[in-house]
Every structure is written in structure tokens, then in C-alpha cells.
T-cell receptor, first 114, second 115 residues
Framework: RKEVEQDPGPFNVPEGATVAFNCTYS??????FFWYRQDCRKEPKLLMS???SGNEDGRFTAQLNRASQYISLLIRDSKLSDSATYLC???????????????FGQGTILTVHP | ETGVTQTPRHLVMGMTNKKSLKCEQH?????MYWYKQSAKKPLELMFV???????ENNSVPSRFSPECPNSSHLFLHLHTLQPEDSALYLC??????????????FGPGTRLTVL
């Protein structure tokens, strides 16, 4: 089983649509969670962190379900500029003086069309 | 834009060549990373440096040799590579080694093609 698993898509949606991405992770000791965005031939950039209580940043909402080891990202009112690959990222950190490692999912490709 | 720069942006090399990738961060961070991103595969962590000391070598073949002369610069020396090493090589930095919520900032990457 992959450590971080995402539906690779691609998702093709019209402008204004709502789209949701899912991600599962295998290690229950994982501590923190993120969504990164990667544009074509560019580097990954942090989109948002994901908190247990759920968090929202404008049109983007992230949810975490630790019991099910499941993370989601919801994009409302999609824009053409949202077209990118969305990477689910999990940080396995056991606390104390150790350090964590970011484990990346394969990414979900989103294309928003006019 | 991100404060992490990489050179060259594109590199084509033969299997017998020796080349080096350079990364520089202007963010005052203490930790730097090398990742490999192959087509249709997740990013793979290769090396981790903290305060110029290597703390992680993620089972990377010896034909990849990292060097961190100071906390702002990171190199990846390449020699006798294989065609399957063709990939996007990304450098990243973070304030310190990633713990709870620290963010990593990525450079634009070097797209490497091995002939």
C-alpha cells in the first residue's frame, strides 16, 4: 500500500464548478498534513495546511479525518487559474528531538475549462 | 520569487559525464533538501542537510553525491548516471528540520535528461 494515495485524475471541470479531491495515508502516526499545488513544469508550493477541525481559505476547504486516515480538499467556484496538480503531503514526525519527513502523494491533476 | 534558486534549469548529459546541480536559498533557513520527481511518480526525498550536516541519505545510489558547504548552498554532484535518472531534481529549504507544521519552500528545479 502506498504511504500517501491520491486519485491521479485528471479532473476536467467547467469554470464555477465545485470539485473535491481525496487522499488517504497509511501511517497512523502521521502528525501534520498539507496540500501543495504544482503548476505544469513548476515547483510545488504550499496551498494550505490541514487541521483536524477543518480549515478554510477563501474558496478552498481542507478536512482531516484521523480515524479514517483521510484528507480532502474542496475547491468551490473553480477558476481557470486553479488548473494544476494538487499534492497531498503528510508529515511523519514522532515529536521531541526527532524530525519529520514529508511524504508526497502522486498528485491529482485538475483542469478547469471555460 | 520563492527565495530558493537552482541552476541550471535544464541539463542534458551523457552517461559518462560529470556535472553538478546548484541550489541557493536566500531565506536564512537552516535545513535543505534534495528531491527527485520522475514522471507519474511522487516526489522522492533524496538527502537532508541541517546546518551543513547530512542527516538523511534515503538509499540514494553513490552516483549522486551531495555537498553542503554552508547553510545557504547545496550541491548535487552527478557522475556516470543512467537514463532512468532523468527527472526533475528539486531543492527545498525550511527554517529548521521539519517538525510539526514547518513549511518547505521549493526551488524551480533542474530538469535533467541523461542520454
Amino acid at each position: 500500500r502506498k504511504e500517501v494515495e491520491q486519485d491521479p485524475g485528471p479532473f476536467n471541470v467547467p469554470e464555477g464548478a465545485t470539485v473535491a479531491f481525496n487522499c488517504t495515508y497509511s501511517n497512523s502516526a502521521s502528525q501534520s498534513f498539507f496540500w501543495y499545488r504544482q503548476d505544469c513544469r513548476k515547483e510545488p508550493k504550499l496551498l494550505m495546511s490541514v487541521y483536524s477541525s477543518g480549515n478554510e481559505d477563501g474558496r478552498f476547504t481542507a478536512q482531516l479525518n484521523r480515524a479514517s486516515q483521510y484528507i480532502s480538499l474542496l475547491i468551490r467556484d473553480s477558476k481557470l487559474s486553479d488548473s494544476a496538480t494538487y499534492l497531498c503531503v503528510v508529515n511523519l514526525w514522532s515529536g521531541g528531538t526527532s524530525y519529520g519527513k514529508l511524504t508526497f502523494g502522486q498528485g491529482t491533476i485538475l483542469t478547469v475549462h471555460p | 520569487e520563492t527565495g530558493v534558486t537552482q541552476t541550471p534549469r535544464h541539463l542534458v548529459m551523457g552517461m559518462t559525464n560529470k556535472k553538478s546541480l546548484k541550489c541557493e536559498q536566500h531565506l536564512g533557513h537552516n535545513a535543505m533538501y534534495w528531491y527527485k520527481q520522475s514522471a507519474k511518480k511522487p516526489l522522492e526525498l533524496m538527502f537532508v542537510y541541517s546546518l551543513e550536516e547530512r542527516v538523511e541519505n534515503n538509499s540514494v545510489p553513490s552516483r549522486f553525491s551531495p555537498e553542503c558547504p554552508n547553510s545557504s548552498h547545496l550541491f548535487l554532484h552527478l557522475h556516470t548516471l543512467q537514463p532512468e535518472d532523468s527527472a526533475l531534481y528539486l531543492c527545498a529549504s525550511s527554517q529548521d528540520l521539519v517538525t510539526g507544521t514547518d513549511t518547505q519552500y521549493f526551488g524551480p528545479g533542474t530538469r535533467l535528461t541523461v542520454l
